[in-house]
């Protein structure tokens, strides 16, 4: 791989943003393929794939996913405590403004004991987080805004997107052009969380001292 091919990379990477401000418009079908065809081109353990996407095409059930994640956001807040009110400030999804709405659901089950007998969930929930990380990165670098809502009971969409017994929806994947990417991550620029240097998360060894900055 060439040096400007390496250099592009790592600018959609760092340029990679949760959205939750959506700007309408459409995204073009060939478009929208090749982002879900990156998805689907994710790494897997044991190569399960164990994600299935749905795309939300019906306005009345992406009205309903809407008031999901607005019951949950409600629920969320009133576990927050003294940070309730600033919880409640956030805009946390973009649902009835981008332009596709997809979800990402984990598949039952299929046996594979291939890299996960130890841990089975994990590695079918990594496994999906690939998929999701690479439609994100797709999406920047489509010049489209891509926001990860994870604010619902998983069992109440699993009904709602006529799941069968044992699948686990994971994500509404919020999809369209947005105005303008946000400078930094969203909860960053709103004061919630800062980002910790990479000396917190880096260990050699052993577990990292999360003192050490």
């Known amino acids: ?28 079908p060939e478009v929208l393929q ?26 009345k059930l992406r009205e309903e996913l809407a008031e999901l994640v607005e019951k949950e956001r409600q629920y969320t807040a009133e576990r927050m405590g003294e940070r309730s009110a600033d919880f409640l400030r956030l805009k946390v999804e973009g649902i009835l403004e981008c332009a596709e709405l997809i979800a990402v659901v984990m598949a039952p089950d299929d046996g594979t004991i291939f890299g996960r007998r130890t841990m ?39 009904a709602l997107l006529c799941c069968p017994p044992g699948a686990k929806p994971l994500a509404l994947l919020c999809l369209g052009p947005v105005s303008d990417f946000y400078k930094a991550p969203m909860l960053e620029l709103s004061g919630w969380r800062k980002r910790r240097p990479l000396s917190f998360v880096l260990g050699e060894n052993r577990y990292p001292d999360g003192n050490k900055q």
Not at 3 to 28: I, P, Q, S
Not at 34 to 59: K, N
Not at 125 to 142: D, G, K, P, V
Request: include cysteine; hydrophobic fraction near 45%.
């Open 1 to 28: 791989m060439d040096a400007e091919t390496r250099n592009a990379f790592y600018r959609v990477l760092h340029a990679r943003r949760d959205m939750r401000h959506f700007a309408g418009g459409k995204v073009a």
């Open 34 to 59: 090749r982002i879900l065809e990156a998805g689907h081109a994710a790494p897997s353990v044991g190569f399960m794939q164990p994600w299935r996407f749905i795309r939300i095409s019906d306005r």
């Open 120 to 158: 089975p969930e994990e590695m079918t929930l990594a496994s999906c987080a690939c998929a999701i990380e690479n439609m994100w990165l797709a999406a920047r670098a489509e010049n489209l805004g891509m926001g990860w809502v994870s604010f619902f009971d998983p069992q109440q969409m699993a």
